[in-house]
């Protein structure tokens, strides 16, 4: 069972800065694509950026695009989601996903792999 790790959530003021990293297990044949999905009390898991790791192909949702960015560590097994300009409507849990197959998706049913997500809240 391939088990992600995420960490970095907490409470942070409107418009400030967050990173959130994500943690996967080290294994020989990399990942096909990395994602960052959240849920939101009360909404369905929405796919937030998701990103292939053998183009660098790289998805944002339109709430998110030009105040999120994705990056990845030296080795294809740390993730991170810098999140910028943050907004009261950005607070949910954040899960980080990881795809072992070609046609993955940015969406619940196209990840594989999933950490149990890290609660971020947006208040002043």
């Known amino acids: 069972q391939v088990q992600l790790v995420e960490s970095g959530g907490g409470l942070v003021q409107p418009g400030n800065s967050l990173t959130l990293s994500c943690a996967a297990p080290r294994r020989t044949l990399d990942y096909y694509a990395i994602g960052w999905f959240r849920q939101a009390p009360g909404k369905e898991r929405e796919g937030v950026s998701c990103f292939s790791l053998s183009d660098d192909i790289t998805y944002y949702d339109s709430h998110v695009k030009g105040r999120f960015s994705v990056s990845r560590g030296n080795a294809n097994y740390t993730f991170y989601l810098r999140m910028n300009s943050l907004e009261p409507e950005d607070t949910a849990v954040y899960y980080c996903?990881?795809?072992?197959?070609?046609?993955?998706?940015?969406?619940?049913?196209?990840?594989?792999?999933w950490g149990r997500g890290t609660q971020v809240i947006v208040s002043s």
């Open positions: 996903a990881a795809a072992d197959r070609t046609d993955w998706g940015c969406n619940s049913n196209g990840m594989d792999y």
